[in-house]
T-cell receptor, first 116, second 114 residues
Framework: SAVISQKPSRDICQRGTSLTIQCQVD?????MFWYRQQPGQSLTLIAT?????????ESGFVIDKFPISRPNLTFSTLTVSNMSPEDSSIYLC?????????????FGSGTRLTVV | KQEVTQIPAALSVPEGENLVLNCSFT??????LQWFRQDPGKGLTSLLL?????REQTSGRLNASLDKSSGRSTLYIAASQPGDSATYLC?????????????FGSGTRLLVRP
């Protein structure tokens, strides 16, 4: 399965600032996914990023708040913009591999964000 | 709308016990179900992937079963060890949705006491 490097692993940020999270994969993948895990909660998909096109955002998430770049098939960034304490979460990138039914997911190690 | 539920929310067992974690989903139209492990503050590690046509998957001391018609999966951990302490998440990829997103349960937090 793919190996994902995600950074930073953690950060403490001031409210009103922005943080960009990077995700590097060791193989070419068509789709990359960004998830958020709020404290004590499970994971929620933010958006799906395809190379060469705009990311597709899930309900409740908007591009102005979470702009995503996907410049090539092995790299993506997620920016958390104009942060508030409510953005304190673990952010994870993920890639999938396999056929339609056997499509399985690998996750990065996560970025633990605290907004003060 | 697909919903995934995990019971129990937390579990504490002595070392050596065999244990079962439960996952249920509301719509049986799934492509597959995947079990993950998450250590505190960390990312997810994939444990087992069960395709919709399969009944179970095994890896070492772990065995996951899938009963699609009843909307249930179980993760069986044999001879539990303190190193198994973590949160276990199940997730399904639903046929209802044309996207590739996973729908996650809220997890079972496992503590194995030495």
């Amino acid at each position: 399965s793919a190996v994902i490097s995600q950074k930073p692993s953690r950060d403490i940020c001031q409210r009103g600032t922005s943080l960009t999270i990077q995700c590097q994969v060791d193989s070419q993948v068509t789709m990359m996914f960004w998830y958020r895990q709020q404290p004590g909660q499970s994971l929620t998909l933010i958006a799906t990023a395809n190379q060469g096109s705009e990311a597709t955002y899930e309900s409740g998430f908007v591009i102005d708040k979470f702009p995503i770049s996907r410049p090539n098939l092995t790299f993506s960034t997620l920016t958390v913009s104009n942060m508030s304490p409510e953005d304190s979460s673990i952010y994870l990138c993920s890639v999938g591999q396999g056929g339609l039914i056997g499509y399985g997911y690998t996750f990065g190690s996560g970025t633990r964000l605290t907004v003060v | 709308k697909q919903e995934v539920t995990q019971i129990p929310a937390a579990l504490s067992v002595p070392e050596g016990e065999n244990l079962v974690l439960n996952c249920s989903f509301t719509d049986s139209a799934i492509y597959n179900l995947q079990w993950f492990r998450q250590d505190p503050g960390k990312g997810l590690t994939s444990l087992l992937l069960i395709q919709s046509s399969q009944r179970e998957q095994t890896s070492g001391r772990l065995n996951a079963s899938l009963d699609k018609s009843s909307g249930r999966s179980t993760l069986y951990i044999a001879a539990s060890q303190p190193g198994d302490s973590a949160t276990y998440l199940c997730a399904v990829r639903s046929r209802m949705d044309s996207s590739y997103k996973l729908i996650f349960g809220s997890g079972t937090r496992l503590l194995v006491r030495p």
